[in-house]
């Protein structure tokens, strides 16, 4: 049972470990996807707590930087089927366990 | 109009009572006066000729009496609108009491006057006032008075300006809208769950582990690249630009089919009606020229057929002059577009040889002028030869005439032989970078050369050919006209030796179907087809010049062409 406890601990540390964000599906430019990972990057890790709050930085920051109507959605289960703007969609995991999608339709 | 007159003045005198009501008097008075006016003006023009009396319809009937009777009028100072019998209530007395003095004045004109007495209190003020202002324009007006001299000071009056106003010409307005298109969308769904997520983390950690391995190892697999790229969906400027790269490509091909249609068909179907009538011989017809502009000057040494792709040939260019400069080049042409090459790589001397490799056709080997052999990958798009000779690693000392691939050996390394002019049948491996190449034989000096020199003098070989059913047997023709049949597991003496022509024997062949004929040709003019049992040949060609090269009709076992140093090929069968 402790091996197994401890196998199941394993597991977590090496999905933890492999926290690097990871870009599932992008379609955005090169220097506006760097960006924009690393604006999710710090909003998740700055609101680790609290989805809504980072996905209300990322928004936030998104209007401000690339023009209005942006929408974010991070969680750790869910599906979706979105109308986007060509050349603005990031869908990327980060943390082992959340996945966060950006995009722009307004 | 004047009272007093001559004839008829009539003076009208009335006792005119003060309190009396003077309206009566007036009307009295101006019925009279009209009286006067129209005896007036009948008098005034009484000179004029002859006009009669005008009588007003209402004017008094006088007799003449009375119209001579003189009437005094006396002019009062009394007020005729003016009341004569005022009552005023008197609280003293509790009565009405009448008023005596009556005010008689009547107003006709009043006008109210807007100067003031220069002693009064008001006239005073203004004066300072006006004082006041004058100090303070007095600077100005002292500067005004200094510049132009003495100058009176001018009032400017409030009341007296002239306002001027004009409008310039407004452009109409105009409606125009607009609507921009919109930025185009695009769908996309996808599912976030823990194992979904898991199994990206490990596969893209599965792929880095890959690419490290690659980085050290040899070959590259571009299929993983391509689905790196795809998952990852990074559009970079280099993508677009081979992928123009393959459309302009499809577009020369198919502007040069277009234009080389008809030679296309000849190519497919080739039915020359005359043919009939020649009998024994048909006709050759040239098909296509192929040109390279760089390659002028060079002439083409080498030609193979790729074994795989139909369509595409290699050509080796050099120079067969000795004394010319050292240069060559590799060409792959595609009958598909014959007006450029396919490939084009550059070498450091004259291409001799050139031969690709049976099953993997994009290996070609060359071999060289200055006796290098070289391997080319086509699939790598570098210009430089995979693997090269050097002159330590025992690089042939005369230009290598002929390159053959052979089979892959235990290791499954591939390896091919070549024969030089300096004597030697090297077999060269690769193995991994490099090219190790092993002696199989010598070939053996002429019976001219003196003994001692026959290991210094070699004999230059010219053309080698492998047997198609056996492999390790070869042939291997040399420049003093003998033909050497070898074994590559017997590498100290040949098996046989044919005395073949008087002298250099250009290229030997075997025959694809009959596994023991084979063919040689020569310089000295002659084409031999030989039984490798039987010592002499079995047929003999004369034909007018030095034959430089023979081939076999892969499709029967008794045509062959030849070419001669005059420009002709034979087809003989």
Known sequence: MAETGDGKKEDADYKRLQSFPLIRHTDMAEEMRVETMELCVTACEKFASNNENAAKMIKESMDKKFGSSWHVVIGEGFGFEVTHEVKNLLYMFFGGSLAVCVWKCS | MSVPHKVGTVKSKQATNVKAPVAKVVKAAGKKKDEEEATDTAEGEE????????????????????LNEEITRVLTANNPNAPQNVVRYGFKEGCYKPIIFVDQMAIHFELE??????????????????????????????????KAGEKERKLTNQFNFNERASQTLNNPPRDISCQTEPPPRANFSATANQWEIYDFYVEELKRREKSKEKQEGQVLNKEEDKSKKKIIQAETQSDDITQLAHAAKIIERMVNQNIFDEVAQDFMYFEDAADEFRGEKGTLLPLWKLQYDKAKGLSVTALCWNPKYNDLFAVGLGSYEFTQEERGMLLFYTLKNSSYPEFIFNTTSGVMCVDIHEQLSYLVAVGLHDGCVAVYNLKKKSDQPVYNSTASSGKHRGAVMQVKWQKDDLDSNHNFISVSADGRVVSWTLVKHELVFTDIIKLPATDKVPDDLKDVIATAGTSLDFHKQKDYHFLVATEAGKIHKGSKYYSSKFLETYDAHFMTVSR???????????ISCGWDWMVKIWDQTIKSPIFTFELKTSVTDVAWAPYSSTIFAAITNDGKSRDHA
Do not use: C, I, Y
């Not at chain 2, 003020?125 to 007095?138: I, P, S, V, Y």
């Open chain 2, 47 to 66: 000179w004029m000729p002859g006009k009669t009396l005008v009588k007003p319809p209402d004017q008094l009937d006088l007799t003449e009496e009375e």
């Open chain 2, 113 to 146: 006057g807007n100067l003031v007495h220069k002693e009064s209190d008001e006239g005073r003020r203004l004066m300072a006032k006006q004082a006041e202002r004058e100090e303070g324009t007095g600077a100005e007006k002292l500067d005004n008075v200094a």
């Open chain 2, 508 to 518: 030997v062949r075997w025959n694809p179907f009959h596994p023991n004929v084979f």
